[in-house]
């Protein structure tokens, strides 16, 4: 599903779009933001998140910087993350839980650094 914006863009130029709209995805309070513009209730919204399942293949997932933008493209599919990502709340508890992830994988990275160097 082409949205008609996208009528006349070069094949780069979409990618370029979609790869920056996809990584994105990965900021709990953009998501927020969308939800609470109200594109997360729009079934045209719904139907290019799913449109844009196709970054999970292996070919196109390489260009991610991101892994979560993936993750939450797929939980955008559920109405019910959708619902709960209107609440900035939520979405404080999300960012707080992908930083601490970050944070913990960080730590390791560094400490398996260490180990390897010592």
Known sequence: MTP?????????DRFELELEFVSALANPRYVHHLAKEGFLRDSRFIAFLR???YWERPE???FILYPHALRFRRELEREE???AMENPRNAERVFAA???FWASRSANASSSANA???
């Open 51 to 53: 449109h844009l399942s």
């Open 81 to 83: 993350f959708r619902r």
């Open 98 to 100: 992908q930083y601490a």
């Open 116 to 118: 390897a160097t010592t």
């Open 60 to 62: 196109y997932a390489k």
């Open 4 to 12: 008609p914006e996208l009528d006349g863009v070069t094949d780069k």
